[in-house]
C-alpha cells in the first residue's frame, strides 16, 4: 500500500534488529520485473534477511535490474515465460522445499493468489489463508496489525477464528509474548442487529474455551475504544486490551481496507504486509509499496520463517 510522505518512526527498524541475529531466508520471489520489487529483494538479501530464487523472464529480470543500477551478482534466476507461470513455478518451489518464504513480485496478486490456494497444487493448510497488515502509525506507540482487510472478504465466524489465531501466532514471532485483540464493531455492545458484535462475543468465548490460544481478547469494541483508555473508560468498559492492541480484528475485509488505508494516506502511516495460514509465509505487498515497506515485509517474513522452525 503506498504512503503519503512518512519514513516512518522507527519502529519497523527494531523488526530488522530482531533480525540481526538470525541467518536469512530461502526465499522464492514471483515475477520481480519492476524495479521496486526486484530492488526490495536485492536490498533484502543485502541486509541479509532472505536468499531470493527470483522467478520470471529471466531477460526481463535481467533489463529491470540494469535500469535499476542493481547487481544481481549470483542471485539463482530461473526462466519462465510469463507472470501466470512464475506464480505457478513458485509455488512448485515451495512446494519442493526449495524456499521457506515466498514473495509477490510484480505480477497481479490474483495470480499469485490463485497458484496459493490450488487445491491440488498449491499451499492450503486446515487454516483459512489470511493477510495481515504491520503499520507503523506516527501516534500509536507500537506496531499495530490489521486483518484481515486484503483476502477474505466476507469471513463467517469460523473464518474469523482461523483470522484471529495467524494474527496472534504473527505477532508471537515478533516477539509479542502475549498479543492482545481487539475484536472492532460500530459499537461496544452485543446485539443481534450487527451480527458483527454477536462474532466478537463469541470469539471471546472461543478463547476462554481454547479454541482460540496465545492471545488476550476483546470485543466487540468500537475503534475509539480500542485504541484510547480514556474512551473505554468514559464508556465504562475495563479492558486489558483498551488503549494498547497489538492486533485490530475487523469485521470484514472492506472495513479493514478503509481502516488500512485511512492510516496511510491520514495519518502517514507505513505498511508492510503478510499473508499466513499457508505453508509458508507469502510476502504480499501492492505494486505502488515503497521499498522500505517491503523490506519490513521480508523482516517480519524472516522472523515468522526461524519461529516456524521451532515449532513440532
Known amino acids: 500500500m503506498k504512503q503519503a510522505t512518512s519514513t516512518g518512526t522507527g519502529k519497523y527498524e527494531q523488526m530488522l534488529l530482531l533480525c540481526a541475529k538470525l ?3 530461502p526465499t522464492v520471489v514471483a515475477h520481480p520485473c519492476e524495479e521496486s520489487a526486484l530492488t526490495a529483494a536485492v536490498e533484502a538479501a543485502q541486509k541479509k534477511l532472505i536468499i531470493p530464487i527470483l522467478v520470471g523472464p529471466a531477460a526481463k529480470i535481467a533489463a529491470t535490474a540494469k535500469a535499476a543500477g542493481l547487481d544481481l551478482g549470483k542471485l539463482e534466476i530461473i526462466d519462465v515465460p510469463h507472470s501466470h507461470a512464475a506464480a505457478e513455478r513458485a509455488v512448485e518451489l515451495i512446494r519442493e522445499g526449495r524456499g521457506e518464504v515466498l514473495m509477490k513480485g510484480s505480477l497481479h496478486t490474483d495470480e499469485l493468489m490463485a497458484a ?3 487445491r491440488e497444487k498449491g499451499l ?3 487454516r483459512r489463508i489470511s493477510h495481515v497488515f504491520l503499520m507503523d502509525v506516527p501516534t500509536y506507540h507500537k506496531v499495530l496489525l490489521i486483518t484481515d482487510a486484503a483476502i477474505n472478504i466476507a469471513p463467517t465466524l469460523e473464518d474469523k477464528m482461523d483470522i484471529c489465531q495467524n494474527a496472534i ?3 508471537t514471532a515478533l516477539a509479542v509474548p502475549k498479543p492482545k485483540v481487539a475484536i472492532l464493531a460500530a459499537v461496544e455492545t452485543v446485539t443481534s442487529k450487527m451480527p458483527a458484535t454477536v462474532d466478537a462475543a463469541a ?3 472461543m478463547a476462554q474455551r481454547g479454541q482460540i490460544t496465545g492471545g488476550i481478547l476483546d470485543g466487540p469494541l468500537a475503534f475509539d475504544n480500542a485504541i484510547s483508555k480514556e474512551a473505554a473508560k468514559m464508556k465504562g468498559i475495563e479492558s486489558e486490551v483498551s488503549g494498547d492492541p497489538d492486533i485490530l480484528l475487523v469485521p470484514d475485509l472492506e472495513a ?5 488505508k485511512q492510516l496511510s494516506f491520514l495519518a502517514n502511516a507505513d505498511s508492510a ?3 499466513v495460514g499457508a505453508r509458508v509465509p507469502v510476502i504480499l505487498t501492492s505494486r505502488a509499496d515503497t521499498v522500505r515497506s517491503r523490506i519490513a515485509s521480508c523482516a517480519v517474513a524472516n522472523l515468522v520463517a526461524h519461529a516456524r ?4
Open 23 to 25: 541467518k536469512p531466508v
Open 116 to 118: 496459493i490456494v490450488s
Open 124 to 126: 492450503r493448510t486446515a
Open 169 to 171: 501466532d504473527l505477532a
Open 203 to 205: 470469539l471471546c468465548k
Open 256 to 260: 479493514g481496507n478503509i481502516l488500512a
Open 273 to 275: 504486509g503478510l499473508v
Open 309 to 312: 522452525r521451532g515449532r513440532p
